[in-house]
């Protein structure tokens, strides 16, 4: 047996988080001193104090770890594995909030500063299967939106969470407050969805908002956002679905997603239940010539990647691509409702009213 000095410096925990783990049953002794109350270790005890230690250095938490101790190596390895997935998103949304900060607090000199500014288009289309269209797309000056309702109303959660959006549009923006801005639009949005929405019903939604040199993202549910820039397309957006957690967990490969029979089951979306409304929001750097595609997943879960690359890189005018997508989805036959949006970055100069 190993006393508790023994054990700590053995595993590199401290006495104080050996006892702390001891009251929490996270890491038991094998054995108190009944008179004494001092606590002693098993030589094989030290495995898992290990990886206690190591996945704190993680900053793992402790009930996080708890769930992580009880698995067999396979399992927790997938659990450590969508942790770190989840830390990783959340480093790369205050990251792009660093960025934001730093640049409105060190503006650009004016004369580096170039004027641009959005050409957009929207379309929504029922499809060649649903009886009627729960989706609702929206460009706009500043705003972009796509959201797809589900439920017996969803159409009409759909069009209450854009047009809290909508509003957007006729604000000034406050300089340095874009995001919260956006965060309260959002608020509004899942208010309006609540006052309609009942149990099954709600709606995703993706939008962005144009400041001018930057888009401001919001996020939750399954339908997309795409970069096209230099001819390469990215997706900027994660699904909140329960096929998407299943990837990040490395219990699912891509090409497993798209025949899995709950690929459509979200896991976030606007809907009355607090817990599953919280949207990602992030901001987006905008260069001259960058196209941007807002979708429904009536056009994602039909059109592959490449083939969205194509059209995107192919047609000019955000009015033709819009339809040309469209289309693209009801020729692999139309099983949803598609909705897409898209706007090109210009300069200033270059860009005429839509």
Known sequence: MLTIGAFAKASRLSPKALRLYDELDLLRPARVDPDTGYRYYAP???????LVAWLRRLGMPLARIRTVCALPPGPAAR?????????????????DLAAFLVDHLIPTPEEDTAMLE?????????????????DTAYAGTRVLAVADGFGPAG??????AVEALKTLDRETLPAGSVLNLLEDAVQGATNAVRNIAGG????TLTAMLWTGSQLALVHIGDSRAYLLRDGELFRITHDHTVVQSMIDEGRLTPEEATTHPQRALLIKALTTDDTISTPD????????????????????????DPAIQRILTSVPAPEAAV?????????AGGPDNVSCVVADVVGGGDAPTP
Do not use: F, K, M
């Open 79 to 95: 659990e450590i594995r969508a942790y770190w997935a989840g830390v990783e998103a959340e480093t790369a949304t205050r990251r």
């Open 323 to 331: 339809r040309t997508l469209v289309a693209e989805a009801n020729q």
């Open 155 to 160: 159409a009409p959660a759909s069009t209450a």
């Open 281 to 304: 929001l992030r901001l987006q750097d905008a260069h001259p010539g960058d196209r941007y595609l807002l979708c429904s997943d009536g056009l994602s879960s039909v059109v592959e």
């Open 118 to 134: 959005l050409r957009y288009a929207a379309l929504s289309d029922t499809g060649l299967v649903r009886p009627a269209n729960q």
């Open 200 to 203: 099954e019903d709600g709606t």
């Open 44 to 50: 094989e005890q030290l495995e898992r104090a290990r």
